[in-house]
C-alpha cells in the first residue's frame, strides 16, 4: 500500500553489508545477511536498486475508495455488501460502514507514482459512474465524500493493454549473490491480503531452501486472521452459510463451497507437492528443502506450498463467484448490474 518509505528503510550497500537508515533520527548501521527477501509490495524495484540489481520486476496500479456519507444507501445495504462487475470488467464493491458512512472502491490506474498517491478528480467520476450503473438514481455528488484514500497495488510488470488483466497472482524472483552484494535475494512480486499466508508459507520456504534449514515447524492447521472463528463442522458451516446468503444469485450451495474447497486443498497439496518438487529441482531451487519433499518433521503433515491453492483462493474466492455471476447475466444477455452479489457482510469474507 502507498504511505511512503518506512521508518527504517534499506538505504544501499557498504562493504557488501546491507545499509539501514533510520529515518527518524537519521542513525545509518549496516548488517551483512545471509540472504535478503525483498518483500517491499509496489517499492520492491526501488530497493532492488539501492542493492545494485537494476532489472524492473514490477508495475503498481493506483486504487482509490471514497467514503461517502449516504444513510439513505447505508440503510437500503444493511448488512449486505454489493459486489459488482463494472462496464470495463473489473470487480467493485460498495457496503455500509455504519447506519451513515458507505465505502465506494475501486479504481485501478497504472501508476508510477507510489509514494503519495491520491484519488484523483477522474477516478471520482468513475466511482460515480459504476454507483449508477449499479444502483441506477443513486445520485452521488462530491459534497458527500467525507473521505477518500488511495493505495498503489504492486502487481508484476505486464504488457496487458486494461490493467485488470494484469495477474493478480504472486510469484518469487531469485537473484544470486555478486562481488559486491555477496548474499542471494529473493524478491516477492506481487501479492495478495487473500493469499498472504500461502505466500508467506511459500516464501519461507524458499529461504529456507537456500539457507539450507530444514523447516521445523507448520502453521498449516493454524487458524489465522478472518479464518480464525471460522466453524471447522459441516453444522457450523451450514449455519454459516444460511446467515451469509439472502436473496440473490449466491445461493447457500455456492457459498458452501468455500469449505468444501478447503478439505479438497489438503488433497491437492498431495498432488501438487511431488509436481511443484519436480518443478523447483528444475530450477536448482531448495535443493535442500527438496530433500524432504515438503514432509512436515513434526507430525509428517504435508505442508509443501501448493500453487493450485494459492489459484484457488484468488479465482473462487466468495467475492469472485460474483463477479462470475454477473458475467453469465452478461452472457445470458441481462444487464451485469442486475446481477450484482449481496452477501452478509463478516471479517474475513468483505474482500477477496
Ligand atoms: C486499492 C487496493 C485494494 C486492494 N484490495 C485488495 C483486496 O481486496 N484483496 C487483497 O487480497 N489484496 C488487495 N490489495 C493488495 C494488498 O494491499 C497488497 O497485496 C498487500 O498490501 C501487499 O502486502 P506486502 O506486505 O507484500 O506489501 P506492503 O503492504 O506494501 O508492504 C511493503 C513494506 O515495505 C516497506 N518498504 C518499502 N521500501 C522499503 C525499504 N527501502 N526498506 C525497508 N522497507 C521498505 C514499506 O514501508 C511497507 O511497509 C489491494 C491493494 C490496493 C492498493
Not at 557488501?16 to 533510520?22: H, I, K, Q, T
Not at 545509518?28 to 545494485?52: M, Q, T
Not at 555477496?182 to 505466500?199: D, Q
Not at 528444475?282 to 501448493?306: K, Y
Request: with cysteine.
Amino acid at each position: 500500500m502507498a504511505g511512503g518509505p518506512p521508518y527504517l528503510a534499506v538505504t544501499g550497500l557498504s562493504g557488501g553489508r546491507v545499509v539501514l537508515s533510520d529515518r527518524i533520527t537519521g542513525e545509518r548501521f549496516s548488517v551483512a545477511p545471509r540472504l535478503l527477501a525483498n518483500c517491499a509490495g509496489p517499492w520492491i524495484d526501488r530497493l532492488d536498486a539501492e542493492l545494485g540489481v537494476p532489472e524492473p520486476l514490477s508495475e503498481g496500479t493506483k486504487g482509490s475508495h471514497l467514503v461517502m456519507e449516504r444513510p439513505d444507501l447505508a440503510a437500503q445495504l444493511g448488512g449486505a455488501m454489493l459486489y459488482f462487475e463494472t462496464h470495463d470488467h473489473r470487480a467493485c464493491l460498495i457496503y455500509a460502514l455504519d447506519g451513515r458512512m458507505v465505502l465506494l472502491g475501486t479504481t485501478d490506474l497504472r501508476c508510477t507514482e507510489i509514494d503519495g498517491a491520491q484519488c484523483s478528480e477522474e477516478e471520482i467520476d468513475y466511482l460515480f459512474g459504476v454507483l449508477e450503473d449499479v444502483l441506477p438514481g443513486a445520485a452521488p455528488e462530491r459534497s458527500q465524500i467525507r473521505f477518500a484514500y488511495a493505495g498503489v497495488r504492486p502487481l508484476p510488470r505486464s504488457d496487458a493493454g486494461v490493467t485488470g488483466a494484469i495477474s493478480r497472482d504472486h510469484s518469487f524472483r531469485d537473484i544470486p549473490a555478486t562481488e559486491a552484494r555477496p548474499f542471494p535475494m529473493i524478491v516477492l512480486v506481487g501479492g495478495k491480503w487473500t493469499t498472504y499466508r500461502a505466500c508467506a508459507e511459500q516464501l519461507a520456504d524458499r529461504i529456507l531452501g537456500l539457507l539450507g534449514e530444514p523447516r521445523r515447524k507448520s502453521t498449516l492447521r493454524l487458524k489465522v486472521g478472518g479464518g480464525a472463528d471460522f466453524p471447522a463442522g459441516a453444522a457450523g458451516q451450514a449455519a454459516l452459510a444460511a446467515e451469509v446468503a439472502v436473496a440473490g444469485p449466491v445461493g447457500k450451495a455456492q457459498l458452501r463451497q468455500p469449505f468444501a474447497r478447503g478439505k479438497g486443498l489438503d488433497q491437492q497439496r498431495h498432488r501438487d507437492a511431488d509436481a511443484e518438487g519436480a518443478d523447483r529441482a528444475r530450477h536448482g531451487v531448495g535443493a535442500v528443502a527438496l530433500a524432504g519433499q515438503g514432509r512436515e518433521a513434526e507430525g509428517g503433515e504435508e505442508h509443501r506450498p501448493s500453487r493450485g491453492e494459492h489459484r484457488q483462493s484468488q479465482q473462487h474466492g466468495i467475492g469472485f463467484h460474483g463477479v462470475s455471476s454477473c458475467r453469465e447475466a452478461r452472457r445470458q444477455g441481462r444487464s451485469a448490474a442486475a446481477a450484482p452479489v449481496l452477501s452478509r457482510c463478516r471479517p474475513g469474507l468483505r474482500r477477496s
